[in-house]
Every structure is written in structure tokens, then in C-alpha cells.
């Protein structure tokens, strides 16, 4: 059973629901259809109900819940709550009413926010700024997480590495050059996203390019301490570092490499030292491997929401809500 198939699986054992705030997109509608269809999730469609089933075509999204901010008899609720959680910065109610009403990215986190949803999914028409900046402000980070990262789910054919060929790649998307105490943080974060997602052991790699005191450089001392910085965090979790990619993946490499780590030849989560390394890394391994890329998965935030590319298709609107919804089922427990 290929991975996403797997995913829905889990997805439908405990309904979530979740936020499609473009709703005027027509991407979305198609999505919407299917994830009905497939009994993947409950949706919310942000807007007029009338509008949107007026532009839904052959699409059948009757099911759905439509939420109309105009028309919304908890606006001044959501109104009041982001006036408060954005107080210093002086905002009123007044100024938040408005912001709710004029941006349905701003809504949808607040539906999310106030517990009408478990997450929301965006950016098929959005930057994935404008996607993120509502979810810093309202949800902010989750407790003991320090950034926001973002991470892609590879699932590569015919692959004898990682969980039987998926691994984590983490940060691919948002944070360029991240210090040594914020890649300890991405590394944690994704290990839980592994571990929420596939439901297995993460086994975390810190990626260099030396293996164990092979090279010096000051680009290996920062993963050399951003090893350190996550041990120290989470002791129990199986993570080692500095390691070169097939020391990190393959057996008969790790045992020369570095024959002490629990975790070389066997990892599958691989934490890149830069966005430069992450993001090349994981277009790589999409193209030369015909690997499926899920993501980018946003990671840390409280509560989840995830970003799409402006070119994507309906079905991968699909495939991002059923991932959120496993990370709102995590969230949840």
C-alpha cells in the first residue's frame, strides 16, 4: 500500500476537520470533493455558501461547511480574542474585526484557533508568507519549541533505505541558515513529524560533510553542536551527528564511518545543515529517484497548518489535508 494510501487509512479512523480558506480557488473545490468522497475529513469552506456552490461545477461539496465571516454570529468573539492575543501591538477589536473580515487566511487560523477546526491547509493561492503570518501571531509556537520549521516526506520506489523508503527531510522550505541551537530544534520537531506521520522510531541524522571529526571547518563545528544541543534536549531519542549522507543511510558506510552511532546506515530522518543543502537535497532526490515530495509540512507551530505551492494540483491539496489531519489526530492525544 503506497504511503498517502496508508495516510488516508489513518485519517478516516478519527474525522478531523479542517480548514480550506481559499475556497474560491477552484483547485480547492475539486479537493474538497474528493476528500468528501474519500471520507478523508471534514471540511470548512471560508465564504458565501451560495457563491461557492455556484462556482462548484460537476463538483459535489454539499457536504461541506461553509463559514462566512460576514455572516459569522461569533465574529465579535473572534474578534475580541485576536484583539487580545495581538494587544502589544495595540490592536482593538475594531482593527481585528476588520483584519477577519478582510483576510480569510486570518479567519481560518482563528477557526483553528477557537476549536472549530484541527487545522487548516493553504497557499494555492497564497505566498507562503502570507500563509504562515497569521499562524505565528494567533497560534504561535508549540511549548518547548523555539522556531518553525519546514519539512518534506519522501517517499523514493524500490528503496532499501530508511522506513523501507521514507524518510523526513528537514528544514527544505523556510529557514535559511540556522544556527546550531535552532537546527537542534528543527532536528526534534521532525523526529516528531516522523513519528506522528509513519508511526514508527525516528532515527535522526545531522548532515555533514564530514562523518565524525572526518573534516574541520566551522561549518562542521555547527552541526557538531547542534548534535550536542539536541541530545542534551531529548536524550532519549536516537540522533547522531556529524554524518555524511550514505554514512547516515547506508549500513556498510555507517560501520566504516562511524561504527560507534546507534543510528548511522539505519537513519531516517535526515536533517540538512542549511536551506541551500535541504532544499537542493530533497529536488534531487524527487527527480533523479522519482520520489514522491510531501510538503512542505509545517512543524512546530501549536496547532498544525500547512502550506501548498501556487502550482499545485487538486489532488496534492488532497494528499496536505489528510497529512494535517494526522497531525491534528497527534495533537489531539
Known amino acids: 500500500m503506497a504511503f498517502l494510501d496508508q495516510v488516508i487509512e489513518i485519517a478516516r479512523k ?51 461547511i461553509f463559514i ?20 502589544s501591538k495595540g490592536m482593538t477589536p475594531e482593527e481585528a474585526k476588520a483584519i477577519l473580515l478582510e483576510s ?29 503570518r ?16 519546514a519539512v518534506f516526506l519522501m517517499e523514493v520506489p524500490n528503496c532499501e533505505y530508511g522506513e523501507n523508503g521514507l524518510f523526513i527531510f528537514g528544514d527544505c522550505a523556510l529557514n535559511p541558515n540556522p544556527t546550531a541551537e535552532e537546527l537542534a530544534h528543527i532536528a526534534i520537531s ?19 560533510f564530514s562523518s565524525k571529526g572526518s573534516a574541520s571547518h566551522a561549518d562542521v563545528d555547527k552541526v557538531v553542536e ?18 555524511q549522507f550514505d554514512a547516515a543511510i547506508v549500513a556498510s558506510v555507517g560501520k566504516k564511518k562511524a561504527p560507534e552511532s546507534k543510528v548511522a546506515g539505519e537513519a531516517n530522518v535526515i536533517i540538512f545543515p542549511d536551506l541551500d543543502a535541504g532544499n537542493i ?25 500547512n502550506d501548498l505551492s501556487r502550482g499545485c494540483y487538486a489532488d496534492d491539496i488532497v494528499g496536505t489535508v ?10 489531539k492525544k
Not at 134 to 149: D, E, F, H, M, R
Not at 282 to 303: D, E, F, S, T, W
Not at 322 to 331: D, E, K, N, S, Y
Request: one cysteine or more; proline letters at 5%; aromatic letters at 6%.
Open 226 to 243: 547542534a548534535t550536542r544541543i539536541a541530545k542534551e534536549i531529548a536524550p532519549d531519542l536516537a540522533l547522531d551527528g556529524e554524518l
Open 68 to 87: 462566512d465571516p460576514k455572516n459569522f454570529d461569533q465574529m465579535d468573539a473572534f474578534a475580541a480574542e485576536l484583539a487580545n492575543l495581538r494587544k
Open 134 to 149: 497569521p499562524a505565528l501571531q494567533i497560534l504561535k509556537t508549540a511549548p518547548g519549541t523555539k522556531l518553525v520549521s
Open 281 to 305: 537535497g530533497y529536488k534531487l532526490v524527487q527527480r533523479l529517484a522519482n520520489a514522491n515530495a510531501y510538503g512542505p509540512i509545517c512543524q512546530g507551530l501549536a496547532m498544525p497548518v
Open 14 to 64: 478519527d474525522i478531523q476537520t479542517i480548514v480550506l480558506p481559499e475556497a474560491f480557488d477552484p483547485r480547492t473545490i475539486e479537493a474538497t470533493h474528493k476528500i468528501i468522497e474519500k471520507g478523508i475529513a471534514k471540511v470548512i469552506l471560508v465564504g458565501d455558501r451560495n457563491e461557492i456552490l455556484a462556482g462548484a461545477g460537476e463538483w459535489k461539496i454539499d457536504e461541506a
Open 104 to 132: 480569510e487566511l486570518f479567519f481560518g487560523v482563528m477557526l483553528v484557533k477557537m476549536g472549530f477546526a484541527g487545522g487548516m491547509v493553504a497557499g494555492a493561492a497564497n505566498s507562503t508568507a502570507n500563509v504562515l
Open 190 to 208: 521532525s523526529a516528531k513529524t516522523f513519528e506522528s506521520l509513519v508511526h514508527t522510531e525516528p532515527k535522526v541524522a545531522m548532515l555533514s
Open 322 to 331: 489528510a497529512l494535517t489531519a494526522l497531525q491534528a489526530q497527534m495533537q
